[in-house]
C-alpha cells in the first residue's frame, strides 16, 4: 500500500486535559452544535429563518454573494435519532481517517464533500432556471464513513459483519429512503459524496496525491548555499629561543656551502653572540 502519512501529519491539533483533539473532533463538536441549535430553532419558530440564513440555495448563494452557505449548509438538519448515530458514526470514523491519511489529506477530502453540492447544484440550478435549496449532514456522513470502509475493510462490525457489508448496507438504506420520498437531489448527491470518498482513498493507496494548497503563515526565509571560505594559514609565531636556533642553524649552513668568508658583518656578529651564550650555558 503506497499510502504514506506525512511527517507529524497524524498528531492531534492539540490537548484538552490530555485529550487528543484533531480536526474531526472539531468537526464532530461542530455538527453536533449545529443539530442542537436547529432543534432549538425548530422548537420555537425560528426554523424557516435559520434555513434561509444558512442553507445552500442555488440562485443566491454564490451568484447572490452569500458565500457562507457553501460551508453552512451542512450544519443545519432535522434532529432525530438517526442523526445522533450519525454523530458517533461521523467521530470515530473521521478521527481514524485523519489519523490514517494525515491532517492535509483530510481537510482536502472534506472539503471537496462539502463542494460537491455547491458545484453540482448551482450547475443544475443554471441549467433549469430554477432555484435549489439545499442542506443537511447526512451524505457528508454517509462519504465519510465510506472512506473510513476503503480504508479498513476488514474491520469487523457486531462481530460478524465487516465493514465493507456496513458501508453497502448504509448506502442503499439511505438510498431506498430517499427514493421513497422522492428525494432525487439528496440521492444524487449521496452517490456523487460517496463515489468521490472511495475513489479519493484509492487514489491514495495507489501513491497518488492532490496538489497541497497551504497558506503561508510565516514566511520562510530564503536561504542560499554560500562557498565556505577557503582557511588561511595562520601566521607561525616563532619564539625568541627559537628564532635564535633557526637563525644560527642558518648560518652554519652557509658556512658548510659558502666558507666563513660569505658571512656579512651582521651575520658575524649574531653568530658571536650565540657562542657567547654557549659559553656562559657550559659556565653554570
Known sequence: MALLSSFNGDRPVTYFRGYPIYYATILTISYAVGVLATFLAKAFGG?????????????????????WQIVTYSFIDVPSFFTIIGLLFLYVSAVEIEKYIGKARFLTLYGVIILIPVVTLTVLGLITSS????????????????????????????????????????????????????????????????????????FLQRGGELPSFRLALRRRPKLRVVQKPKSRPRPTVVEPAESSTVEIDQLLDKISKQGLSSLTAQERAALERAREKLLEKDEQ
Open 131 to 202: 432555484p435549489i435549496l439545499y442542506f443537511g449532514q447526512t451524505q457528508v456522513m454517509i462519504g465519510l464513513f465510506i472512506a473510513f470502509c476503503t480504508l479498513y475493510p476488514g474491520v469487523q462490525w457486531g462481530g460478524f459483519l465487516t465493514a465493507k457489508w456496513v458501508a453497502i448496507a448504509s448506502l442503499v438504506l439511505s438510498s431506498v429512503v430517499d427514493l421513497s420520498s422522492s428525494a432525487w437531489v439528496p440521492l444524487g448527491e449521496l452517490w456523487l459524496i460517496s463515489g468521490f470518498a472511495f475513489g479519493y482513498i484509492r
Open 47 to 67: 426554523w424557516d429563518a435559520i434555513v434561509s440564513l444558512l442553507a445552500f440555495d442555488s440562485s443566491r448563494s454564490i451568484l447572490g454573494g452569500q458565500i
